[in-house]
């Protein structure tokens, strides 16, 4: 079993920035796959960033160059840094991870940009 603590979210004025952390402990014999999530109140969840085991990295389009994944293998942390923050990235932002071919979720960190 693995497990996924999410961190650093909380409330940074627009503009701003702020580095989620997701830190897998348990069981791991590899991590394949990291995504970050966010979902807004009233909103779908989406997709905000991933990276393979392979480095290849994905950003959805409203990113525009603000953020960027990371990983450090060593700790089985992922990061999330997120720059010029605006009011509309306001969500609960959520880790997932495969890891031995199966999936896990965070619990999820709350991201608040005040205008």
């Known amino acids: 079993q693995v497990q996924l603590v999410e961190s650093g979210g909380g409330l940074v004025q627009a503009g701003g920035s702020l580095r989620l952390s997701c830190a897998a402990s348990?069981?791991?014999?590899?991590?394949?796959?990291v995504a970050w999530y966010r979902q807004a109140p009233g909103k779908q969840q989406e997709m905000v960033s991933s990276?393979?085991?392979?480095?290849?990295?994905y950003y959805a389009h409203w990113v525009k160059g603000r953020f960027t994944i990371s990983g450090d293998s060593a700790r089985n942390t992922n990061y999330l840094q997120m720059n010029n923050l605006n009011p509309e990235d306001t969500a609960v932002y959520y880790c997932?991870?495969?890891?031995?071919?199966?999936?896990?979720w965070g619990e999820g960190t709350q991201v608040t940009v005040s205008s």
């Open positions: 990276i393979t085991s392979a480095g290849a990295t």
């Open positions: 348990g069981s791991i014999s590899s991590i394949d796959f």
């Open positions: 997932y991870m495969i890891v031995g071919r199966k999936q896990y």
